[in-house]
């Protein structure tokens, strides 16, 4: 059984498993990784859940506003087990209904290019790919996403 519940960027166990997220996206990304890592500070985020598993963490995600109208979707990830099992779709329905509860109309995300799991992920959630916005126009290795809430 999968729950997902609101934490903070404090939380242990988010904390490894965005340590683990940073490794696997070093790994993809090779030498672009640095670029990226500057934009992925858990110190901005005031909004972060967890998804357990039989009580056992297994994935996390956070929301950043963006601008008025719209949060970003951050520090997506679920440990390689516990993949292929919805966690994933859980973990994005839950921080949408938290953003339209504070107000947002959109989410949007980027992710890169060498994450093809990614991408599916977030098009199979009705998430549309719009044009690289701030800090990612003209990376090469970026696409940028975007859903109406």
Same mark, same amino acid.
């Given at each position: 059984m999968i729950t997902i519940h609101r934490t903070n960027t404090? %939380?242990?166990a988010f904390i490894n498993l965005v340590v683990q997220l940073d490794h696997e996206l070093a790994q993809r990304d090779g030498g672009q990784h640095e670029f990226y890592d500057q934009f992925n500070s858990i110190?901005? =985020?005031r909004y972060a859940v967890m998804a357990y598993r039989?009580?056992? $963490?297994?994935?996390?995600?956070?929301?950043? &506003?963006? %601008?008025v109208d719209?949060? &970003?979707l951050k520090r997506m990830f679920v440990l390689p087990e516990a993949?292929?099992?919805g966690v994933a779709s859980? =973990? =994005?329905k839950f921080l949408e209904r938290w953003a339209r509860a504070l107000g947002y109309k959109n989410c949007?995300?980027?992710?890169?290019?060498r994450q093809p799991e990614a991408i599916a992920l977030?098009?199979? %959630?009705?998430?549309?790919? =719009? $044009?690289?916005y701030g800090q990612y126009k003209g990376v090469e290795n970026s696409i940028c996403f975007s859903k109406s809430l």
């Open positions: 404090q %939380n242990e110190s901005d =985020i039989n009580k056992e $963490p297994v994935g996390c995600g956070a929301l950043k &506003e963006f %601008n719209s949060m &970003e993949r292929g099992y859980k =973990i =994005i949007v995300l980027e992710t890169g290019k977030y098009t199979k %959630n009705g998430y549309k790919v =719009i $044009p690289n």
